[in-house]
Structures are given as structure tokens and as C-alpha cells.
């Protein structure tokens, strides 16, 4: 395969053949013809003759599958990177183990000012609890250390760390012998993150982006924000991803807009939405996602988490927002949350007009506890659901985190995938990396066998949220699909029998005969192998190509 050209080199005309080419354009296609960073035909092999003497290039697939790319709807880049780069707790399986990791990095990493962890969760341990700041203390050797837990909505740091943070012990969601949240926990998050070096923050997003591509991701939405990560971080990440072959990055920046001015502000910033993570509530994991009835485990009797954000502030963002022409979204996994966006959204469109407000197509992240009522609502108002299936595989079922929060009944009601596509809720699928991992074909998997059968999807629906429900969430309906002038970005699989599959009978399905015209897909069975990527092309221009990596 070609080398990969430089950022701003033409890209090449290309010629892919003898594969299998998924577009609604023909769903017999094997062939493909990529010209100025555009798809300009797909076709049958025997009219691909026609083409062969007039690229720069043809690439002989040799039966592998061309898909369009990925697009990853939810990702914190540097955290991403940082977990990749530095102390991943995601697969310890007891506090024992976590604190022997600790150790090691510390060990591992004597210039660093301040270490840096994530993934631990305590949910999933024998012990049942996080570590101390007694242990940390020894673990990490005095050192300033932040660790964050799996969901990212809490932490655990050294008292080296608190003592860069003056004052935090007065700050809301601190506690002495308990996971930081909060406003404690945004505080010493900012301490941290000014540990890094601009070296370690660009090596961190470049890393990201690398594994991205290399997963046939082509785009992915940086949820950044003044609660997550700074304006230079921000700003930085965009202009590496313009400098450089690899994925896209639409950058989101989450925070409240009152004015003109405020909506003028964030677009500076390079965001194209005042969205993402604007914190309506928290997370389940840490006990601060906004419920109408109690959890089941509550630190104390009657907790229903935290919020944030009522519904007059959101109506107030939402107006804000759609009068300047720009997209506004928020974080909101809890019921009561979910209530307050729904009634926010609702107050907007009553003042500005239900078809303003639709065609600005606002934005929520994760909406996990949805009613009937709110998915509704979600139709009504043309509100993108960015969701993450994973979140499911990972804490779904009857025994599972979701279950331990809020008992086995409501949590079988999370993240019902078919209710919200049966309504025409429009669905982006994303990982909301590092807090689960960026895997594409594994997100597909996890919608297609979510744990509670009834809110299960077909594989060609969840395929098709986690490509072009990302590009149509950000207002572009050209993009994510393989047929004349959308942009050329694609992955190259080698993958088994395709196949068009749906998980079992309460799952609408299309023909699974050939002769129905319907493109097939991998088997994504559990227990199956989930398909490698060979080769990554973005606006035409290589980006990831498995031969000249051969050891990913």
C-alpha cells in the first residue's frame, strides 16, 4: 500500500478492487474509485476495467471488506491518551493488585512531577473499596498521584496532591477517607493536568488519535470543556489534528452560553458546539447521577445524586444557543436529569419555535435512564442521543454495577437502544474513551447484544449510528456512507463471512438472503474474533496502514 502523504499533499486517485464495498450505492459493489479526497464511483468488478488505467493507484483488497470509517461520537482525547500512555487500572481485578500497578508506575516514572491514573473500579473488586489515601500515600512514595475512577466523575489522589490544591478541603464533594467529587474533584483535576508538559500532553493526544486510526476510526468528537480540560488543550488537539494524517477532530466545548458574545466565544475556541459535557449530573459509578427515586446503595438513606443544571438553565442555553446559530447539548445519564433537559429543551422551543430548535439539532450525551416520556420528548425536539453501548457490556445485567445502584428492575430500564430507534431518536455511537475503550466493532456488538434483550438493535442499525450518526450529529448528512461525493473516509477489514444479522426474533430484521440487496456486515457473535483493520483512509489521504505497523 501507498506511503502516507503529507497533511496538506493532493491526495492521490485511487483505485480499490476485488473486495467487498459496503454502500447502499450497490450492494454488490467490489470496487471503489477515490478522487480528490472523495468517493467518485463504486461499482462491479468488471466496470472497474474502465478505471484501471486512469489512477495514480490500484489497491488489489484481495477480498477484504472496505467499510465507511468509524466515528467515535465521545472521546476525551489527552485522558485517552494519558491512558494509554500511562497507568491504565482497567483490567485490575483487586485493590491488591491496583496498589502493586501504583507502585510500579511510580517506579517507572521518576521525573514526573505528578502521576497520573485511571480505570480503577471498585464495583468489580473483592474488597469492595477504593484505596485509601493511606495506602495511595505508600503506593506512589509521597508523590503527588491522581487516579481516576472508571467513569471519571471521581478520584482518589495523595496527599501530595491535595497540598497543590489550597483550599480544596473546603470545596464541595470533598471527603477525608472518600473518592473526590464535585468541585474538589475538578480542582485537583486541574492541579494534575498542570503537571504536564506541552511535550507530554501532544505525545498523550497523538497516541489517541494513532490508536484511533488504527481501529478504523476516522472522526471523533473531543468533549472538552472548562470542567474537564483547558482551552489550550483544546486549541492544541485541534491544530495537531490539522497538521498531521489522521482523524478528524470536531471539537465540543461544554459550557453554559447566555449571549451572543458567549456563543462568539466558543466558536474562538475552534468548538462547533456549546455541548458535550455541560454537566446536567454526574455518573452512576459514583452515586452523583441525578434520580427521581433513591439509590439502591446510597451513601445515606434517600441520596438521588447531584445536579447541576435545572431546567431553567438549560431552556436559558438552549435559547442562547439556537438564536446564535450554534449546537448546545449536556451531559445527563440520571431520570431526573434527563426530566430537567427534556423540560429546558421543551421551554425553548415554546419561546423560539419547536422548528428552530429542531433544525439546530441540539445534542445529549449518554442519556441512559430514559422513560418513555423522555424518548418522546428526544423525537419531538430532534435531540442526537451520543450513547455508548459499552457502558452496558460493561455494567449491565442483574449482577453488574447498574444493578448494585439501582437494583435489578430500573436497571434493566437503561439504555433502551430499540425504544429510542423505533421513535426516530437520531443515535451517535462513542466510547466516551478512556472510560470505556475506543473499539468500534465492539461498541457495534454491544448494542446489537445488549443485555437486556428487549432494548437490543441490528447490527446494520448500530453500524450505521457509529458511522454516519456521527457526521449527521454534527449537522452533516453527506458524509458517513460509501456513494458518490461523500468524502473518502473508509476503513479496510479483514473480516469473515458477512453476514446481515440481528441478535434473535424481538429484533426487526431485513432478508438475510443475498438477493434481498441488503450489504452484510460481520459476524459480530460474542465469542467471534471482531474484524482487524488494514488500512485507515481519511479525505483520501492514508492514515493508518497495518503493513508499515505489522507488530499492532
Known sequence: MSERPEPHQEPRTVLLRRGEVHSPADPFATAMVVERGHVAWVGSEGAADSFADGVDEVVDLDGALVTPAFTDAHVHTTATGLALTGLDLTGARTLAEALERVRAHAAARPADRVLLGHGWDASAWPERRPPSRRELDEAAGGRALYLTRADVHSAVVTTALLDLVPGVRDLAGFAAEAPLTGDAHHAV??????????????????????????????????????????TEDLAGLLALAAGRPGPRVVGYWAEAVASANDAERVRELGAIGAAGDLFVDGSLGSHTACLHEPYADGPHAGHTGTAHLDA?????????????????????????????????????????????VRAARHRVEHAEMLTPEHIAAFAEFALTASVQPAFDAAWGGDDALYAQRLGAERARTLNPYAAMLRAGVPLALGSDSPVTPLDPWGTVRAAAFHRTPEHRISVRA?????????????????????????????????????????????????????????PGLPDLMPGVPLPVCLRTVVGGRTVHDLRERPNE
Open 312 to 356: 431553567a438553565a438549560i431552556a436559558a442555553h438552549v435559547t442562547a444557543c439556537t438564536e446564535a446559530g450554534l449546537q448546545a447539548g449536556f451531559h445527563a445519564i440520571g431520570d431526573a436529569a434527563l426530566t430537567a433537559v427534556v423540560e429546558g429543551v421543551r421551554a425553548a422551543a415554546d419561546k423560539l419555535g419547536l422548528a428552530r
Open 462 to 518: 448500530a453500524f450505521t449510528a457509529h458511522t454516519r450518526g456521527g457526521w449527521r450529529a454534527i449537522g452533516r448528512d453527506d458524509a458517513g456512507v460509501l456513494v458518490p461525493g461523500a468524502p473518502a473516509d473508509y476503513a479496510v477489514w479483514e473480516a469473515g463471512d458477512l453476514v446481515v444479522q440481528v441478535p434473535d426474533d424481538r429484533v426487526a430484521s431485513w432478508s438475510t438472503d443475498p438477493r434481498s440487496g441488503t
Open 189 to 230: 483535576r486541574a492541579a494534575a493536568h498542570d503537571g504536564l508538559t506541552p511535550t507530554q500532553r501532544r505525545e498523550a493526544q497523538t497516541a489517541a488519535l494513532d490508536r484511533a486510526a488504527s481501529l478504523g476510526i476516522g472522526s471523533v468528537h473531543e468533549c472538552a470543556g472548562p470542567q474537564i480540560s483547558g
